[in-house]
């Protein structure tokens, strides 16, 4: 068995494997972890994810704790604390997008219950579907962010190479691109 190429070789302490072997592929069951998991795709977009990685921390507390409702109620104040953050990425359309993007789950939860069954209703899709809905309910979210967001948190597989150790792992973890 070998690691996926992006950690291989990587020793386990790295925040990339750590990130790799616990979290990337599983599924999240979390409405505000799965909208702070979409709040690091769409900022990771035109950076490496090693960057955001290093910077989740400081995400989770500049958004905080990834809440749905807080963020869906930040003001231009809030707006303008983010854009001066040094510990995120200060990126106006992309802290715009986290508001919205709140904003918009809030009105799914109305509907669906929680931005977790608003997604298993629409499971299976492909990975076109999957952009077509996202590009439609969401802002920033291109064929990348939506790809990465919906393999990362156990949507579609890919996550993983088959000869991965954490691949049986995620499969345990009955992903929902999987036959159960």
Not at 82 to 101: E, P, S, V
Request: net charge positive.
């Amino acid at each position: 068995m070998s690691y996926c190429d992006l950690s291989n070789g990587l020793p386990a302490t790295h925040v990339h494997r750590m990130y790799h072997d616990t979290e990337y592929g599983f599924p999240i069951d979390s409405d505000d972890e799965l909208f702070g998991r979409l709040i690091l795709e769409i900022n990771q977009a035109g950076l490496s994810w090693l960057t955001i990685l290093n910077k989740k921390e400081n995400f989770r507390k500049a958004y905080k704790n990834f809440s749905i409702k807080k963020v869906a109620k930040f003001t231009e104040k809030d707006r303008e604390r983010l854009l001066n953050d040094a510990g995120i990425i200060r990126n106006r359309l992309k802290i715009n997008a986290a508001i919205h993007n709140a904003q918009q789950i809030l009105e799914l939860q109305k509907t669906y219950g929680s931005f977790k069954n608003w997604l298993d209703s629409h499971h299976p899709l492909d990975r076109a579907a999957w952009v077509k809905l996202f590009k439609k309910t969401f802002k920033f979210t291109g064929g990348e962010i939506t790809n990465e967001f919906l393999m990362s948190s156990g949507y579609l597989a890919g996550a993983h190479d088959e000869d991965c150790p954490i691949y049986k792992k995620i499969l345990k973890a009955k992903p929902r691109w999987s036959k159960k």
